[in-house]
């Protein structure tokens, strides 16, 4: 089975990047064979978020697409990652 990534974009002064980081590392620790996570920080890799149009954080990107903008709930995460599997 191959792994779902899930790329977290995130900066330093976002007040809603940890809620989306819980869920994130919370969603990973439950489906650990499913998916690989990277965090990308805006401010260290500009260039990264501008692939992928990224204008807010958080924004978490699955296999290469914008997914959500914003800190997901669990199962809005848990669902978009089943839809990939």
């Known amino acids: 089975m191959s ?3 899930i790329e977290l974009f995130t900066s330093p002064m976002c007040p ?11 969603v990973a620790s439950e489906m650990p064979d499913a998916v690989e996570v990277e965090y990308i920080n805006v401010m260290e890799n ?4 501008m692939e ?4 807010a ?3 978490i990107v699955i296999n290469g697409e914008v997914e959500f903008v ?3 709930t ?3 995460l848990v669902e ?5 599997l």
């Open 46 to 49: 500009p260039q990264k978020a």
């Open 80 to 84: 978009a990652i089943k839809k990939r």
């Open 16 to 26: 809603h990047c940890p809620a989306a980081k819980r869920v994130v590392e919370e």
């Open 74 to 76: 669990k199962e809005a």
């Open 57 to 59: 954080v958080p924004t």
């Open 70 to 72: 914003g800190a997901p």
């Open 3 to 5: 792994k779902v990534k």
């Open 52 to 55: 992928y149009g990224i204008m």
